[in-house]
């Protein structure tokens, strides 16, 4: 077994911006904590990019536990943990959703498109939550190349939040 403890979100429960992965890896697994592996470095550093601490937003996963060997999740897994995920999103009820990575795009989103097609628009889920997608940080750590497209999504994400405070 490689799954030691569930890992359910950290962040502030008043969060405006919510980040969404996909599921825990081994340093997560071992912390009980989303994100603080090399992943979790890059993703700390897109946030502060934008002028946010960690700590002021709240970070989740479609996924509770971590699956053997980091496979992709199963569907029974992502039908399993998705409830959970669904009432963060509505206890934190935030203004923002960052989706980082394919797998939690094409999940939330019900999609089978690419992330290259998800990414850079703004979508809404969740009872019409506005949420951005961007390619994942572990995914950005293999191709930097790609940051310069994320970095037009994180740009994009703060446009859509400052829109929606200008207009509310
Ligand atoms: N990758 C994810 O998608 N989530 C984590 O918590 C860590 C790595």
Redesign the pocket.
Known sequence: LTRTQG?FGVGNPQAEWMVI?????A??DRQG?????R??QLLNSMLRAIGLKREQVF?A?ILKSRPPNNRDPRPEEVRACLPYLFRQIELIDPKLILC??R??AQTLLQSDLPIGKLRGKLHRIARDRPMIVTY???YLLRSPGEKRKSWEDLLLAVRTFDSLRAGS
């Open positions: 890992v992965g996909e599921a825990p890896g340093d997560e904590e989303p994100f603080v592996g992943a979790g970070i996963n980082v990575g797998i939690a994942h940080p572990a």
